[in-house]
């Protein structure tokens, strides 16, 4: 939470400290990459690239304690994965840090209304192998799992933030018509990671040159892969699901796509933000009645 100073040369001086250790981050990585530029990627990969520990509550795990488990391999990883009920299947994705079971809110309702819900820990994410993850990596799972040799009879998918950004990746790349729900997605995703690097001091030519590694390594393209131009090849209809006072993904960019593309439909709430958006019991139900309604 950002704290508020009502001494204004506190806040001043707590703005200079904050941009002086910007430089000092900054200098410091530049002559690591100029003197040993494994070192400094190493630092910027472990600092960027590894995703927290996310911990469960007591509810997230009885769901997990009465699912059926199994695992599928992505890039040579044991991805865990689960399933609860039985019917056309719905797919939760989660976000960065995050674990299949944050989206737990929607497994009920998707149960009562016919599907079988299925999900899973992306890779260097909960109990799925891996220390570090990207959006490459998260785009691969979602690929591998909605591809027709899967079985699972997945009808559609629910995602989350970064898992937004998959979907829309996973959707275009197998040319897959699956109604999709995305929860406060990342469409703008190298516009918030240039912000976010930026940020914390990092030098553009280390994390270009960090993300370069990661495009060669997974085949595929951070400018050509962004989730706002991909969208546009996806003809199913998309809801949007956003809160205008969301302060980590840009609601306005959810708004623009909305806008511009006739079968994607933006619902905006307010003074849910980023996180208690997923908990919400009138964005569950709008949720569950979109798929409901699209025949998914």
């Known amino acids: 939470m ?3 100073f009502t001494n204004v040369q506190v806040h001043s001086t707590n703005v200079r400290l904050y941009r002086g250790r910007q430089r000092i981050k900054r200098i410091a990585l530049y002559f690591l990459w100029n003197h040993t530029p494994t070192i400094s990627k190493i630092i910027t990969k472990r600092a960027f690239f590894t ?5 469960t509550n007591s509810v997230e795990r009885s769901y997990l304690e009465h699912a059926t488990a199994f695992e599928i391999s992505v890039n040579d990883k044991t991805i865990q994965c689960w399933k609860w009920g039985r019917g056309p ?6 976000g960065w840090s995050g674990r299949g079971i944050q989206l737990h809110g929607f497994i009920e309702p998707l149960i009562r209304a016919g599907y079988a819900v299925f999900t899973f820990d992306g890779p260097g994410h909960g109990e799925s192998q891996g220390k570090t993850s990207s959006y490459f990596e998260l785009t691969d799972a979602v690929r591998a799992f ?12 629910i995602a989350y933030s970064l898992g937004g950004s998959a979907v829309i990746n996973g959707l275009a790349k197998e040319n897959h018509s699956l109604e999709a729900v995305l929860i406060a997605p990342a469409l703008k995703l190298n516009d918030v990671l240039h912000k976010t690097f930026t940020h914390h001091g990092v030098p553009q030519t280390i994390y270009q040159n960090l993300i370069s590694e990661f495009e060669h390594k997974f085949g595929y393209n951070m400018h050509r892969d962004d989730p706002h131009k991909l969208v546009k090849e996806i003809t199913p209809k998309i809801l949007i699901v956003h809160d205008r ?5 840009p609601y306005i960019d959810s708004k623009e796509v909305a806008e511009q593309l006739e079968n994607v439909v933006l619902h905006t709430t307010r003074g849910l933000g980023h996180k208690r958006i997923l908990n919400d019991s009138s964005v ?7 798929f409901e309604s699209n025949g998914g």
């Open 146 to 157: 909605i591809s027709s040799s899967n079985g699972n009879n997945i009808k559609g998918v």
């Open 245 to 249: 006072n969301d302060l980590v993904i």
């Open 284 to 290: 569950i139900d709008l949720t569950v009645k979109h």
């Open 89 to 94: 299947g719905i797919l939760l994705v989660h």
């Open 2 to 4: 950002t704290k508020k």
């Open 51 to 55: 995703p927290a520990k996310y911990r």
